[in-house]
């Protein structure tokens, strides 16, 4: 009983919203375990922008963001594959390449994805610039359980995690709205201007919980 007890208040800890502004995950080694699964109440989207800024020295395929349902392990994906500027966008399950991005290692970038049921188009936008619009899947939301993974692939919902699809960096900034956001608020998120933050994940009021070894860190600030 005490254990179940002890259970539930770990639990409970995790599911507050934290203010993570000037914080960063950090993912320090490549494992099919380590993750942070984040929690929200909203589980019917009709269209999703997705923002966050990343820097990472990986050359080999890995997973930004995953969002699983039981219906579609990639009912929206953000994966960067091991080509320089190539990326994988998925939504409901398709999938669309986007090449010819502008993309360095050892460099912070800000990367947002735009998705709409209706029109069925995706786009990557890539520090402030955009890809092409792309059909990718149109018709029908995305309905929960929604389960969203950052640092590890869901080959399945929650879990199916590949070492050689993980992510190893460090992470920050991420935030999701329920709605396609337009060219100048992409660009206002990018460049570090004011923004409205987002209304399904809201990186002041994060909702979380760290799996394995990712570290909670603050922002390495340059000296100018």
Known sequence: MLLVLLLVMLTSCTAIPQNLANKIFTFPQQTNTAHVRVTTSRQDLKAVTVCFRSFTDLNRDHSLFSLATPSADNNFLIFKKAANGLFDLWARGKSNAVEGIAYKLNTWHSICSTWDATSGLMQ??????????????????????????????????????????????????????????????IQNYSNNLSFTAGNVLNWYAFEFQTVGRVLIENKQELCQ
Request: aromatic residues 8%.
């Open 124 to 185: 990557l936008w890539v520090d402030g610039v955009p890809s092409s619009r792309k059909f990718t899947s149109s018709g029908s939301n995305i309905n929960g359980p929604i389960i969203i993974v950052l640092g590890q692939e869901q080959d399945t919902h929650g879990g199916g995690f590949d070492i050689n699809q993980s992510f190893v960096g460090m992470m920050s900034d991420v935030h999701m709205w329920d709605h396609t956001l337009s060219s100048c608020e």
